[in-house]
């Protein structure tokens, strides 16, 4: 069975700090997705990257950025230079490919990110 | 594009009543729907898949009669919860997956449940 893990409840940083938030998972597909989504107070999910199980490269894009490492299964984010928009809670998803197409998404519980000015 | 729209946004019913949520895919035809829950301050918790044409497949712990989703068409799913009682009150989330893009999953907006 899937299972993602967000073990950081509630992290609270100054502005302009460089935060990582952490996301370790578990599988027993070899192929598989991770996502990284933003859910603001709206509740409205923002969806920030979606990212192949062969795909180990890193990712960045402006402030954000991922790093996804296979022998730790973990996919973390880090922000860099926080902004006080930044503050949401973050989840960390994981879907496994079924025969034909994706399977709903296993949801980490989530961290919740706040950023003082 | 690929964008996917709920209907209602809230929704506020007595206990006892049903209510029906519609989840629409404007731009795109959806191979795949999906359903999920979050309760507040939680996580999203997957309820059902459901492919157009054929029955959905709920996941363990949620009631299919209770929960009842219907996929008639490649660009609506609706979810109507039966018998509405307090503890249904949740943040209702639908998905749209499309073969096009690789089986990304396109989140809708929401929909807010509160059953008094």
């Known amino acids: 069975a899937q299972k993602v893990t967000q073990a950081q409840t509630e992290i609270s940083v100054v502005e302009k700090e460089d935060v990582t938030l952490d996301c370790v998972y578990e599988?027993?597909?070899?192929?598989?997705?991770l996502f990284w989504y933003k859910q603001p107070p709206s509740g409205e999910l923002v969806f920030l990257i979606r990212?192949?199980?062969?795909?180990?490269q890193n990712e960045i894009s402006g402030r954000y950025s991922w790093n996804f490492q296979k022998s730790t299964s973990s996919f973390n984010f880090t922000i860099t230079a926080s902004q006080v928009v930044d503050s949401a809670v973050y989840f960390c998803?994981?879907?496994?490919?079924?025969?034909?197409?994706?399977?709903?998404?296993?949801f980490g519980k989530g961290t919740h990110l706040i950023i003082q000015p | 594009g690929a964008v996917v729209s709920q209907h209602p946004s809230r929704v506020i019913c007595k206990s006892g009543t049903s209510v029906k949520i519609e989840c629409r895919s404007l731009?795109?035809?959806?191979?795949?729907m999906f359903w999920y829950r979050q309760f507040p301050k939680k996580s999203l918790m997957l309820m059902a898949t459901?492919?157009?044409?054929?029955?959905?497949?709920?996941e363990q712990g949620v009631e299919k009669d209770k929960f009842l989703i219907n996929h008639a068409s490649l660009t609506l799913s609706t979810l109507t919860v039966t018998s509405a009682h307090p503890e249904d009150s949740s943040f209702y989330i639908c998905?749209?997956?499309?073969?096009?893009?690789?089986?990304?999953?396109?989140f809708g907006p929401g929909t807010r449940l509160t059953v008094t």
């Open positions: 998905s749209a997956s499309r073969l096009e893009s690789d089986y990304e999953q396109y």
């Open positions: 599988t027993r597909d070899t192929t598989y997705y």
């Open positions: 990212r192949n199980s062969f795909d180990e």
């Open positions: 998803a994981l879907s496994e490919e079924s025969g034909g197409g994706a399977d709903g998404l296993t």
């Open positions: 731009d795109f035809q959806a191979t795949t």
């Open positions: 459901s492919n157009e044409g054929s029955k959905a497949t709920y």
